[in-house]
């Protein structure tokens, strides 16, 4: 089953829920028990590390696009 992310607008949080396909696009009740979280738009960083362990991000992205900082050592990675 694929993983989904939501955002509440009440409490205006992001949370995940496991879902069918089917049931992609339902809005859903977040952790704190509102109602009518809508869908989010997921977005996913890809690296390379090389030989001497620096990361490098792929796809023509600038700074680290998993945490937004401007050097992936802040993010560990």
């Avoid at 809508?38 to 796809?59: I, P, Q, V």
Wanted: with cysteine; hydrophobic share 30%; glycine share 10%.
């Amino acid at each position: 089953m694929p993983l989904y992310e939501y955002y509440c607008k009440t409490c205006q949080s992001k949370f995940e829920l496991l879902r069918p396909m089917s049931r992609a696009d339902e809005e859903a009740s977040c952790p704190q028990g509102h109602a009518g979280a809508e869908r989010a738009l997921s977005l996913f960083a890809s690296f390379s590390k090389g030989n001497d362990g620096s990361a490098t991000a792929l796809g023509g992205s600038s700074g680290c696009a998993a945490c937004s900082s401007a050097s992936c050592v802040t993010c560990g990675l």
